[in-house]
């Protein structure tokens, strides 16, 4: 839901009707849009087939490499051919539909093609805000950035925004689970760092949820990111993540990260042909392991500044890319993963424009999860708290577009345009009364007021506005209600796993 | 085209293939999105309709009212009561596209559905940049916002993008049209201030482009706004405009100004509708003054905050209202202008967001000419120019979308998929090599360097890097080359006319 609106002295109007507009359960109303033509949609995906046929992906990890020969690959050494059969099983047995449980009914999400939901920036070694400065990722950047999820309904689910740099790599997963399930009831991440670490997080949920092993296996409660190793590999811990999350009913969005030109050809096409064959066969790897385990297809890729080969996001490229990855993930019907974000450095006018940019390529591409969709900048190397909230206004306003437009009787106002004498007005028409108070979207940041005022005000921007509105929600911020005994369990199981030495990752 | 690449060496490498895109014949790669049902356009339509039959549009305009009874309108003191048939007339004469004539064949702009044409912002009394302030606008704002728009091939078409306030009334048109003819061959704009000043405008386009009257009047060689009156007028300037331009062969791109709450009902449905009626009514009359007069639907709708009464623009409500708007438009099968801009009061985030935003909107709402799309701020009172050259890499990037996303076997690159081992890197593929130098769209503004390398140089960020474009370009501008008897056949108009006084406005 939105925020009660606040009357002109600030409070609450107790009386006022509310505006409601359902910022969790987003169905897309925009068009998709086709970068290519359906032939070489099928060009593509024959491309990709015919790679993991003949080129072949490498596997690192045993277990998977064994999974891919039983199900009828052919191997050797580490190479694994993968047969066009396969693929199609495996398509053929992936879920369509995936809810994924949170902490509270209206915490679950449906992620199915045609839906919207919307993840802040995500992986970030920094962490940035106008008060601090850019400092790497702490305990506490995650706590508040958590928070900050917890706190704005149109963000989804929560991901790793910052890396808990000052936490130990045996004990951060502990950390940052935590913070998840005491700070958020909204849809939880794991790391695939390993077998151990992953274990620990899915005994954290179970527990904190109050679910059975059965209970835990039989429904989502957490996700995870596959990331290939492009070109044309799957290392240790992304198989084991793949492997661990199939077998426990537990879905994992699969996302190649392939920079055109760096570890991607340099074209479109090129990049998105093999990003799609990297994740058919993650796919292929969860069905082989668990048919009908769910997994989410997806692709992160955008191009590469060809001097510096420092990568660029919001680019017509990043956007004609998101538009392809769409196409073939139409015609394999998964639901699946894009990203937004911004290579600028600073919350500014190109970090903004960016940003937004490769929104729109995830949106007309029909993407149900897109990543990085606030705070995420300087090309995922920090997280900005302010930027967060300003990129917050756009998703916003697009949950806004997604309760569409009425065209009733009433809303064509016949009765009030006849009403009004001509060169008049409708500030006071009683069609104007009777809507006003929630007619119209009220800004989180946007200043409208006229230059004279502003300036009166001190003349501040957006991102110094920002700064006031997280600073604001983090010392209002309230937890979600939790069950004492289970919040108690959890810090035992913590401490104990603390003194037990925690899990170190695994590669 | 796009800028020649430069070498890291700041040089033009005289034998690296150039980079070429056509930023100037657009033709839009969107789907069109529908933010009502088919049935609920007619039923806007019909509305509207019925508004002008019954309820009727207070003309003030003797000749006007005149044109619109001898069409068969009911007339009642200033009040017309104009009949469907005398609308569906008009729409099977206004022509479904209108090439309007620059300076140049490739500066020619053809307006119809599915074309993207863009216009800076336009209409603002001040001017703002960062190293002068904020200032009313003057001739010399005027002129090098002209050179500008000039410099940018993705900007088609001239607007008066902000008022010369140090120019006499009388003698301004004089002055912004020298300008528009001398430093630009891109279509120029004529105000509709009153016949007078329409004539001199006329003139002055007629032998600058070295062409007899007949050949004036046999094509558009210029456009003028028309804004009526809402709710339901249509005042003296504004349709003396509609009838000299309709007269004359130029085209008026009709442009009902209807904020929702203020002089149109506060609803998305009932604005539209109001201003649909209007623009109906404008379109009347210029087919009633010439049939098959060139004419260009629009509108300019957003809401306001209901709070303080400001403008507000780059909201849902502008977004879906530009929606509807193309619905209509399509449905009576004219080109049209919509608009994007931003009430923000500096060129922040979210000014860049807003404008986006509602960039977004028009261009999904399938608008053919989007006004105020690079640099206008404070909802039009201000025009930013930093903020134009933030915007002009946004527009730059749609056009890079217009070109489109080649997926040729070649694009598809199995070979060099094929080629690069597991976890290697395609910088040095053959494939890369081929292609980089012209593969992707290089930023105007935006910076991609990483964080360490942007600090050393400053920690500059995106509107200050502006400032130095902008500078640049008008250092290095070139007016394009004109006849010198031409000129000085201009200059000596301006100086005559000056000398009799000019042309007051007419109201």
Redesign the interface.
Known sequence: MTEQRRG?RGRVAASAPQRQVDYRNLRS?????N???ED?VE??HE?AL??LE??G??VLHDEARTFYEKGGARVSDD?VFIGRDMIEAALATAPRSITVKGGAPHRDITLELGRIVFQPGAGCPHATDLDRG?RPGTLRDFRELVQLTQSFDVLHMVPPLVEAQDVAMNLRHLAMTEIQLTQSDKVPFLYSRGTPQVMDGFEMIRDFRGLTDAEFRAQPWCYTIINT?S???IDLPMAQGLIDFARNGQPSIVTPFTL???????????AI??SH?EALAAITLTQLVNPGAPVCYGTFTS?V????????FG???H??AS??AGQLARKIGLPWRCAGGS????????????S??AL?GCL?AGATITIHSAGWI??G??ISYE?MI?DL??LQ?VA??CA???????????D???D????????G?Q??MD???T???E?L???????GT??ERG?I???TR?TGIWKRKLAEFQPPATDSDRLSALEQFVARRTAEGGANPES
């Open positions: 002109r109303p925009f068009p998709t849009m970068a290519i033509s070489r060009a593509l491309a015919t790679i003949e080129t992906i490498k190479m850019r190793n070109p044309r590999t055109m030109g760096a570890m991607a050809p340099v074209t479109v096409a090129g042909t093999l064959a191009n500044d060809m001097k510096s080969g420092a990568p660029a680019t017509p490229e956007f004609s538009l392809v290579a600028a450095n600073i919350a500014d006018a190109q970090a903004a424009n960016e937004q940019f729109w007309l300087e090309g190397l920090s930027k300003t206004e756009v306003m806004e577009l569409g437009t009425p065209a009733t009787e009433g809303d064509i106002a016949l009030a345009i006849r009004v004498a001509p060169m008049g007005h409708f500030f028409a069609h104007t809507r006003y108070q007619q119209f979207y800004p940041v946007g200043d409208w007021s006229n230059f502003w300036t003349g921007d957006a991102s920002a």
